[in-house]
Structure formats: C-alpha cells, structure tokens
C-alpha cells in the first residue's frame, strides 16, 4: 500500500502545495535515522514523507485504525499507506509502546519521525523538547537530523474543515546529521538525554528561526 500511494500522493501533493524543500542531501539513504522536527500542524506527517527521499514511519492516534465500513477501511488504508502507527495516546503505557515501537524501525534500518515537542505549537513558538528523542537516538546509536517546517498551519488554519489548496508557502529544510555514537560516553544518562535535546532543539530552531517558548508544549485540556 505504502508504494502503490507513494506514487500517487507525493507527485500530486507537490504540484498542489509545491512545497520548497532544501537539504536533502542531509537523509541518509539507508540505516536507522531519525528525523526531528518543529510541529505547527496535523499535515507534518503527511508533508514530511511526501518530500523525504525514503520512507519515514510516524506515530498516528490508534483511533485512524479503527473505524468501520468503507469509510473505516479507506481511512486505514490512508494511514497504513503513509506509514503510519497506530498508538493509543490516551493509555498510560502509551509512551512506552511508542519508544518500543521506534526502536523497531530504527532496528529495521529505518526512518522514524518524531516531534520533540510533543504536540504541535499553537502560537508559532518553538517549545522545549522531551527527552525521548535523545532516548531513541542514544539507545539506537543512529544519527538524528533535524528538520525545519514552515508555513505547514496554513494548510488547515485552526476552525477551517477542509484543506487549503492555494496560497500556501511550505518549506521544508533538513538539516546537518547529529551523530551520536560515542558523544555520550561516560555521560550519567539522565543528563546525556537533555544535552542530546537541547542540541536538536537549537538545530530545529536554526532551521526554522522560531522563537524559543522556554516552557513544554501541552496538549488541550492537559495544561
């Protein structure tokens, strides 16, 4: 499925959003990577695929795989096809299967994408990063590039039912690999993970020139 929509998806979704993208070259082309990113929208995980070189896996709300009917199946099919994973978000050993989840695509030699921040910026701030990025990165011992988003909360303005298909500017910059391997040696973890963050959250915010929010982002309804 995830073939059969990519190249499908990707060739119409540049020709409607012609989304600027620079840094390519940054994507290793195979072997376990992460791909860290700012988040200001639902449609990053959906523009960051389109535009990557290899297939990148997302985590996606376990509730996208549940539905019934037709409508049920194609919405499946969609995400699966996007290369999606479910979690259910609202289980409390939601973070940990995600972590284990990860590690799995990164075992395969594959590419994760991750928000650091945890749930997308509703003002355009770039609010401080958890540490689960750090702790994929060090466990897996693989590079983590950072990536730059713009532009992508236009596509479905908060209060707006339907995508935007014109007046839309999207950039995308990927940055310098963060390698890992061997940086943390001999460092006590807890204070590797924070270092390794803060690290990728100055790379993403070179690449996107977002005001540092200094605080952790939260989900509506949790702050």
């Known amino acids: 499925m995830y073939h059969v929509l990519h190249t499908v998806v990707p060739p119409l979704a540049k020709a409607v959003w012609r989304p600027t993208v620079h840094g390519l070259e ?50 499946r099919g969609w995400f699966e096809g996007l290369g999606m994973l479910p979690v259910d978000r609202d289980d409390s050993k939601a973070a940990i299967a995600s972590l284990d989840t990860a590690l799995g695509v990164l075992g395969r030699g594959g590419a994760f994408g991750i928000y650091p921040e945890g749930t997308r910026s509703r003002d355009g701030r770039l609010y401080r990063g958890r540490t689960g990025v750090a702790h994929l990165a060090l466990t897996a011992g693989c590079p983590v590039v950072p990536v730059g988003l713009q532009g992508t909360e236009d596509i479905q303005p908060v209060g707006a039912n339907r995508p935007r298909l014109r007046g839309v500017d999207v950039t995308v910059r990927f940055g310098a690999p963060i390698q890992v391997a061997g940086e943390y040696d001999g460092v006590p973890s807890g204070r590797a993970r924070r270092e390794l963050t803060d690290r990728i959250m100055a790379a993403i915010g070179d690449l996107t020139g977002q005001e540092p929010a200094g605080i952790y982002n939260e989900r509506p309804g949790t702050a």
Not at 48 to 65: E, G, H, N, Q, W
């Open 26 to 75: 940054h994507v290793p082309t195979s072997g376990g990577v992460i791909l860290a990113s700012n988040h200001l929208s639902f449609a990053d995980s959906m523009i960051i695929p389109i535009v990557a070189p290899r297939p990148v896996a997302f985590l996606a709300k376990s509730d996208y795989f549940t539905g019934t009917g037709v409508r049920g199946a194609l919405q």
